[in-house]
C-alpha cells in the first residue's frame, strides 16, 4: 500500500499532544476516541477532570466506552471490573474479595488536558508543551468554533495546504485570493525548537456580499498580514490583521458566527477536492520526492523539520527509530484544526490542529474580539 520513502512517524507522534475531542462533547457518559490507531476512552472525574485511558478491557477486550463512571472509576459493561484514573483496577467483582486484584489487571492511561475547549491527549511523555494562544482564554474574544473536516489525506497534507500560499488565487478565487494577483509575496521562515514561524502580507480578496468577513474595509487592492506559528507536528495558530485596528473590531461587531463557520465550510470544501486527489495521500517528507519552488518555502521548512525532529522516517529503512508508519490515527471527534482564512479580524486568532494520521481532519476556532 505504502511506497518507499519518508512519511509521517505514527509511532513517534505518541509523544505529541493531539486534540481527539470538543470538551463540550464529553459529558458524564464515557465516549471513545481514536489516536494514531489506538483506540481511547475519554470521561470525567467527579470534579469534570478529564481522564483517557486504553479503550481495552485487559478481562475481554470488551471497549470500557461502553461502560459507565462510577465515582472517580470506569466499569466495564461487560463483567463489571472497575479502573482507577491511573488505568489500575481496582475492583473485580467476580471474587470473593473483589479488591484482591492482580498486578496485571490494568489498562495504560495517557496525560489528558482540556485547553482551548478541546481535549487533547498524549500517548508517551509529551516533548512539547501545548502552544500558548491567550486570545483564546481572553473573555475578550469570542471564540468560534468550526469543522471538524474530514479528509481522505495524513494530517500533513492538511497542514501544508493550510500553509500553501499560492493556491488561493486558483483554488479560492474572490474569498482568499485574487486571480489577478497570483504571485506570492516574499516570506521568510524562521524555525525554533518545533515551532515554524512565518508571516505574510498577501493580496486578498474583497468581502463579498456572501461572505463578508474580513475585516478590512473596502480599498482597493486589499492586503491583509498573516503571522503563523506552526507547530510540529500539526497544530497552527494563524494571527491576522488588516491594519485598521479599531475598524476590524466594529466590523465584526455583529457578525454572528454563523456566517464565519459557512465562510470556512466553503474554504474547507474547496480544499478538500485537491487535497484528496494528491499522491501519495501522504506527504512525501524527503525534499526530493516532490518540486519545490521559492515559495514553497514553508512546507519546505515544515518537511525539514519532521524529519529532523524524528516525527517523519523511512520505514524501510532498518535504523528507523519508529514503528512501522501506519495511516490509523482517525478521530472520530473533532480533532481541531486549522485552515486559513478565519475570518478573524482584529489582529489575531485562528488556532488550529491537524488531527494526525488518516482520514485529515480538521477544525477551526476563532477567536473574534467581542464588541
Ligand atoms: S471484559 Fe471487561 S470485565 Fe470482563
Ligand atoms: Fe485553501
Redesign the pocket.
Known amino acids: 500500500m505504502s511506497a518507499p520513502g519518508v512519511y509521517a512517524d505514527l509511532q513517534a507522534q505518541r509523544s505529541c499532544w493531539h486534540p481527539v475531542a470538543y470538551g463540550h462533547q464529553l459529558g458524564d457518559k464515557p465516549a471513545r476516541a481514536d489516536l494514531l490507531g489506538e483506540p481511547i476512552v475519554l470521561w470525567r472525574g467527579p470534579g469534570g477532570e478529564p481522564r483517557a485511558m486504553s479503550d481495552l ?6 471497549a ?1 466506552s461502553l ?1 459507565w463512571v462510577k465515582g472517580d472509576e470506569i466499569v ?6 472497575r479502573y482507577a484514573a491511573d488505568g489500575r483496577c481496582v475492583a ?1 467483582p467476580q471474587l470473593e474479595d473483589p479488591s484482591r486484584v492482580p498486578a496485571r489487571a490494568r489498562v495504560p492511561a495517557y496525560q489528558v488536558q482540556e485547553r482551548y475547549g478541546l481535549l487533547w491527549v498524549a500517548l508517551a511523555e509529551p516533548r512539547w508543551p501545548l502552544p500558548d494562544v491567550p486570545e483564546l482564554e481572553d473573555d475578550a474574544w469570542a471564540l468560534v468554533s468550526a469543522g471538524p473536516y474530514r479528509w481522505r489525506s495524513d494530517a500533513a497534507r492538511q497542514v501544508e495546504n493550510f500553509t500553501d500560499f499560492g493556491h488561493f488565487p486558483w483554488v479560492h478565487p474572490g474569498l482568499l485570493g485574487d486571480p489577478a494577483r497570483p504571485v506570492v509575496p516574499r516570506h521568510e521562515v524562521r524555525t525554533e525548537g518545533n515551532v515554524l514561524h512565518y508571516s505574510i502580507v498577501r493580496p486578498e480578496a474583497p468581502n463579498t456580499d456572501d461572505f463578508p468577513v474580513f475585516g478590512n474595509e473596502q480599498v482597493s487592492p486589499p492586503e491583509r498580514r498573516s503571522r503563523y506559528e506552526l507547530h510540529l507536528p500539526y497544530t497552527i495558530v494563524l494571527r491576522l490583521d488588516w491594519g485598521g485596528q479599531r475598524g476590524m473590531v466594529y466590523f465584526f461587531a455583529g457578525q454572528p458566527a454563523v456566517v464565519i463557520q459557512e465562510f470556512e465550510n466553503t474554504i474547507f470544501g474547496q480544499d478538500q477536492v485537491i487535497v484528496e486527489s494528491q499522491r501519495p495521500d501522504r506527504v512525501p517528507f524527503d525534499l526530493a520526492a516532490e518540486l519545490h519552488l521559492k515559495f514553497d518555502a514553508v512546507a519546505v521548512a515544515y518537511r525539514k523539520a519532521m524529519r529532523a525532529h524524528g516525527l517523519a522516517a523511512d520505514p524501510s529503512a532498518p535504523a528507523s527509530p519508529g514503528g512501522p508508519v501506519g495511516r490509523g490515527g482517525s478521530f472520530p471527534v473533532p480533532g481541531s484544526v486549522p485552515e486559513q482564512g478565519t475570518a478573524a479580524p482584529g489582529s489575531v486568532p485562528e488556532q488550529g490542529t491537524a488531527a494526525p494520521g488518516l482520514p485529515g481532519q480538521g477544525a477551526t476556532e476563532a477567536a473574534l474580539p467581542d464588541s
Open positions: 478491557c485487559v478481562h475481554r477486550g470488551t470500557l461502560g466495564c459493561p461487560y463483567h463489571g471490573w473485580i
